[in-house]
């Protein structure tokens, strides 16, 4: 079928259901008929309607051969923030993702260049290769460039491991990983590759780009390949993606441990230790449209690891003879039987100490390529370049994106770096894609592979006008992902210390749920964008809390909490009031992950705005208690408790009330503590935390109210 004719069915579904007066109010009518002729003609675009206003301001057209971010038509379809109806309602329909493919594929074909002219076009001395990337059209706000919507590449995908299937939002334009009335159940979140002719060029400095790489290569896309003879001039097209994903944690553990080794070849080249089944499958493409890679829902996000039919475990050694992250929590006995050393109150010294068999975990994580299979093109180019995929822990904040948040943080200024290390995403990476893969796809020379960047240069004309919201959604590509690798989140480095020679899946914690358990309670240490549990447990020295998890997320007011922990509370022993918390010694993710404990119900809804605020917030209440200057000094103290505060806490003493009128729209709730001694009481798993100083905080965006003790409130400006 034509690809004209695919467009005009979906127009026709869409016209009756307020698109058709939508778009009519750019002159564009979706029901004019021949279609082609008013997809091409130029239109008289409002960009202040709801939606538009970061739609490039060179676009004029419902389609601009080639060039998704002009093509009007497709903005509309496939920006998540066009919601509204020419009259204010809400749209109730949308595009299935197979249909924005369709209509991407009609930009890309309409025009029919030849292989010819895209070599005209790259430069007749170019190198072209036939290059995979994950791809996706965002708003403004979360392009490298932020002059305007446009569809982002990255030839790094990164799909999330989950415990439901798959869910696509048409509203969204992409995937959700909630699973309605199961608030311990995560969604599998795939990632969309696309073949491209791409060339290969020099990078240049610019939005997106980090120091060096003028000097590194970069594959930049040309022109979408598909099916059929209405992709490139003379070609009929037969374009398949194929895949690989390994996981191999448990061997390379074994392979890593020298004179310790207890499992050798060939049973380490088997599942458990070797698992590349199962793990990944290609989505029903009448439904979403080519190239979606989805990980295979499992029941649970961790288990057990069986070697024909047996439990599988190591011998683990003492702790001064082993640095690799991995649950050694569970003890094999000789008669085959399980003890669960979280239960014991010297696991800490029984795990030092060593000289016992640890039950081993799998998880279903993985790293791997996609490639392109293309006969055609593959004679006629010759360079085929494999994308690098990731099957990747769950993003406990979906609509926050690491990039944005190192952004953001540099146009703060903070006195001085407020997170333990270096913030970075993995879009800011330069390192190799792993080239011990099967199939060699990757070389270490290849540095430009986690770059996220757009076909072309932002607009001339400068940037687009009005608001452009982030999308409410989760990302599959680079720059949303962690990028300080030891061991990471997303994906780990191999390499001496901070520095990385490739990426790999296989030195991330064994299973994820340890790198979890590390990166949440160190106040984001990595740092990432995570959960910050630092307040669940005992304080931690220069490690304080940074983006504080709200009483609600932490389980204080009823519901579960994200972890299945509970965070502190102040109770009173022997007359005197001290924080009980849970003792970090006895948390065990894997274990809450095994009991399908973990959620990110809550976290979940939490904007990148509020992410920031959070951030900002905490900052202002450590300096209202004179611990601005530094991490040592924020680390004196820690939290009690916290809460967004949606109206007036009509608990204040009268006299504060009027005080209380004078904070702005957005208030949080803060209670603070100074401490001093920490102790075990009867209870093993439990901490109590000497309490030197107790203060509570309302803090609005310009002002706050502190209570120190029992002093009376006072309003003070926001530091």
């Known amino acids: 079928m034509p690809l004209i004719d695919e467009v005009q069915s979906l127009c026709e579904r869409l016209a009756p259901l307020g698109w058709h007066d939508l778009l009519l109010l750019h002159g564009l009518d979706i029901q004019a008929r021949p279609l082609a002729e008013e997809l091409s003609k130029v239109l008289a675009v409002d960009r202040s309607v709801k939606g538009f206003e ?68 790259a430069g007749a001395n170019a190198t072209l290769g036939l290059v995979v990337f994950a791809t996706e059209y965002r708003p403004r706000a979360d392009t490298p460039h932020h002059q305007h919507a446009d569809l982002c590449f990255c030839r790094t995908g990164i799909a999330r491991v989950g415990t439901a299937p798959a869910l696509y939002d048409p509203q969204l334009r992409g995937f959700t990983p909630f699973v309605e009335a199961q608030p311990q159940a995560m969604r599998v979140i795939p990632a969309r590759f696309g073949v491209y002719v791409a060339v290969r060029e020099k990078g240049q400095t610019g939005p997106g780009w980090v120091e060096g790489d003028d000097k590194l290569d970069f594959w930049r896309p040309l022109h979408k390949v598909f099916n059929g003879t209405q992709c490139i001039a003379g070609f009929d097209l037969q374009v398949d993606l194929q895949a690989f994903h390994v996981n191999e944690k448990l061997r390379q553990f074994h392979l890593r441990r020298d004179q310790e080794a207890d499992w050798f070849e060939p049973d380490i080249s088997q599942p ?104 055609a093109l593959n004679a006629a180019i010759g360079l085929n370049v494999a994308a690098y995929s990731i099957l990747a822990a769950p993003d406990f904040y979906p609509a926050c994106g690491q990039a944005q948040l190192g952004e953001w ?115 984001g240490y990595w740092p990432a964008v995570t959960p910050d549990s630092a307040r669940t447990f005992e304080p931690h020295g220069p490690k304080p809390t940074i983006i504080p998890l709200t009483d609600t997320e932490i389980g204080l007011t009823g519901q579960a909490s994200w972890d299945g922990l509970t965070g502190p509370r102040l109770i009173t022993v022997d007359g005197r009031q001290v924080v009980e918390c849970t003792a970090y010694a006895y948390s ?63 608990a204040l003493p009268r006299a504060d009330l009027k005080a209380w009128s004078l904070l702005q729209e957005q208030v949080f709730f803060f209670r603070i503590y100074r401490y001093g001694t920490i102790s075990t009481p009867a209870d093993y798993t439990k901490r109590h935390i000497e309490v030197l100083e107790l203060v509570e905080l309302y803090i609005g965006d310009e002002s ?10 006072q309003k003070t400006p926001r530091g």
């Open 272 to 375: 458990p230790f070797v698992q590349t089944q199962a793990l990944a499958e290609w989505a029903d493409s009448q439904l979403y449209g080519p190239g979606l890679c989805i990980p295979v829902a499992k029941p649970r996000l961790v288990e057990p690891a069986e070697y024909q039919g047996k439990p599988v475990s190591f011998s683990v050694p003492p702790k001064a003879n082993f640095d690799y992250i991995i649950n050694k929590r569970y003890q094999l006995l000789d008669d085959g039987s399980i003890r669960d050393l979280n239960n014991d109150p010297d696991v800490e010294a029984i795990v030092e100490a060593g000289n016992y068999r640890a039950l081993h975990f799998i998880d279903f994580t993985a790293e791997g390529w996609v490639k392109a299979h293309c006969p």
């Open 704 to 713: 706050l109210l502190i209570k120190r003790n029992d002093q009376p409130w």
């Open 54 to 121: 970061d739609f490039s301001l060179q676009g004029t057209r419902a389609i601009e051969a080639g060039n998704p971010a002009r093509s009007l038509l497709y903005h509309a379809l496939a920006s998540p923030n066009v919601l509204q109806a020419a009259n204010g309602d809400a749209l109730t329909d949308f595009a299935t993702a197979a249909e924005l493919e369709t209509l991407l594929n009609y930009v890309y074909g309409v025009a029919l260049p030849s292989l010819e002219a895209l070599q005209a076009q």
């Open 409 to 523: 943080a540099q146009e703060q200024g903070f006195p001085e770096p407020i997170w333990y290390v270096t913030l970075q995403a993995l879009s800011e990476r330069r390192v190799a894609g792993n080239p011990d893969l099967m199939g060699g796809h990757f070389v270490l020379e290849d540095k430009s592979i986690t770059a996220v960047l757009t076909a072309g240069a932002p607009s001339e004309q400068g940037q687009t006008v009005g608001d452009s919201a982030s999308a409410k959604r989760q990302s599959c590509l680079a720059d949303t992902a962690a990028g300080t690798f030891s061991p990471g989140w997303e994906i780990a480095g191999d390499g001496q210390g901070f520095v990385t020679k490739y990426l790999c899946a296989y030195l991330l914690g064994s299973p994820f749920t340890e790198d979890v358990r590390i990166c949440s309670a160190a106040g």
């Open 588 to 650: 065990d993710y894997t274990r809450n992950a095994l009991d399908g404990q973990l959620s990110l119900h809550l976290t979940g809804q939490t904007s990148q705005a509020e992410y920031q605020q959070r951030i900002l917030a905490m900052q202002s209440a450590y300096a209202a208690v004179g611990a601005g200057g530094s991490r040592f000094e924020q680390g004196k103290w820690s939290v009690l408790s916290f809460t967004p505060v949606d109206g007036v806490d009509w």
